[in-house]
């Protein structure tokens, strides 16, 4: 379906960020089929991961809302009280009973509202009418507040409309805090990147609003996360394990450190190095060091993904041992260039992983599962895992590129703007 006269306008929290690269993978892919996006940022994007001329291009053309004077956003809610007391009045008291029924909670609601005037603003300004925001986070209760805003001073013709892609596991535990049963209803459409995720979404709400979910996948650039040219020779070193994530507890470093720690204890020849930054790493820092293990194991800290391409090529199993996921698009980038991997068997990740085909995929918590993994990978030889990475790469290439999810994703923006529900 032809997509030239699709204009969109994408609003995110913080963006451009390195957490979110797999959003502005989307963005380009749009792009690239014609979609006029506008990207939006609720915060400005953090200086010191903007370490690319891309990021720092992205962030020069993106508009952020607490990016202005104090006294701009105080002028935007008076022109909006001015031009229609009632609805400021009506939006405004709303917004005060949203969220968490707690003082706080109120007033950072109160403080989003204010945020969706200036965003109202800012697409009225730029002739946009569509919102789509990642994340039923702060930027839906933005995008929520200004459709809100178009709509009641322009009346339910005018095309006012937000739609929402759902990543999880957020939405699934805050869910009175995020207002997720609301924000589903309030949504014109839903993406969710998963059949999990959806699963977990049409529990909170009632069968009617099902039609609305439609699955469009996350998506990674295989023609810039590819094998090693010439594909990975046998170094005859030790196993090369690589872990990329953020050092949080939900992603498990330290099962991973324990599992290293078995293997070292089994005689097993492992090297690990793990990329990310985060709060637990000075703890597993420590621990590496009481267990004897650092000349096992080196953390890199946060790696830019100019770079990170170089970590998964010296790899020959990437492992990512977390309790708690979406649908990890490290899985993706690693399988990408061919790895297999090593992984659990929580969320949506049965459905990019099979086990024995790609990698092993372990129950989670289970530091004696992840060095059985690791121990059978090392055991397969190269030959072994050049198979299993191989398959790895096909099934990213099936799904999860922007050949395949940016046509969806356009199609979803396109239909969200039918003025039936999608089926």
Not at 78 to 84: D, F, K, V
Not at 145 to 162: C, E, K, N, S, Y
Request: net charge neutral.
């Amino acid at each position: 379906m032809p997509t030239e006269q699709l204009r969109v306008a994408y609003l995110v929290s913080q963006y451009p960020a390195l957490s979110h690269t797999f959003i502005e993978s989307e963005i380009n892919g749009l792009r690239e089929l014609g979609v006029e996006v506008h990207t939006f940022s609720v915060r400005p994007a953090p200086q010191a991961e903007l370490i690319t001329p891309a990021l720092r291009a992205e962030a020069a053309r993106t508009e952020v809302i607490l990016g202005r004077p104090k006294a701009a956003i105080l002028r935007a809610q008076a022109r909006l009280a001015r031009r229609s007391p009632q609805v400021y009045a009506t939006l405004l008291a709303r917004a005060a009973r949203t969220g968490l029924p707690t003082p706080k909670g109120r007033l950072w609601q109160l403080f989003y509202f204010a945020e969706g005037v200036i965003l109202w603003q800012l697409l009225q300004e730029r002739g946009l009418r569509h919102v789509h925001v990642h994340m039923a986070n702060v930027a839906a209760d933005v995008a929520r507040t200004a459709v809100a805003i178009g709509t009641a001073l322009d009346g339910p013709d005018a095309g006012w409309r937000w739609s929402l892609t759902v990543h999880g596991p957020g939405e699934f535990e805050v869910v009175q805090q995020w207002d997720v049963p609301d924000k589903i209803r309030s949504a014109r459409a839903i993406a969710p990147i998963s059949d999990f995720c959806r699963s977990q979404l049409m529990r909170l709400v009632e069968p009617e609003q099902w039609a609305k979910m439609r699955v469009v996948r996350m998506t990674v650039d295989t023609s810039r996360f590819a094998p090693p040219i010439g594909g990975r020779a046998d170094h005859g070193g030790p196993l090369r394990v690589l872990s990329v994530g953020r050092l949080v507890p939900q992603k498990g470093g330290p099962v991973l450190i324990d599992a290293l720690n078995l293997l070292a204890k089994r005689g097993i020849a492992v090297v690990a190095r793990i990329a990310g930054g985060g709060p637990l790493d000075a703890d597993l820092r420590a621990a590496v060091r009481r267990l004897g293990l650092a000349d096992r194991v080196e953390f890199l800290g946060p790696v830019a993904q100019e770079d990170i391409v170089a970590q998964y090529h010296w790899a020959d199993v990437f492992v990512l041992p977390s309790f708690q996921e979406g649908l990890p698009v490290v899985l993706m980038e690693a399988m990408a260039t061919g790895l297999p991997v090593v992984t659990t068997q929580i969320a949506a990740v049965p459905e990019l992983v099979a086990d024995g085909d790609m990698g092993r995929v372990v129950p989670a918590g289970r530091a004696d599962l992840i060095a059985d993994a690791l121990a059978a990978e090392a055991a397969l030889g190269v030959a072994g895992r050049h198979e299993q990475g191989r398959r790895g790469r096909a099934a990213v290439e099936r799904e999860f590129t922007s050949a395949t999810a940016a046509p969806a994703m356009a199609e979803f923006l396109r239909a969200a703007g039918e003025p039936q529900p999608l089926g």
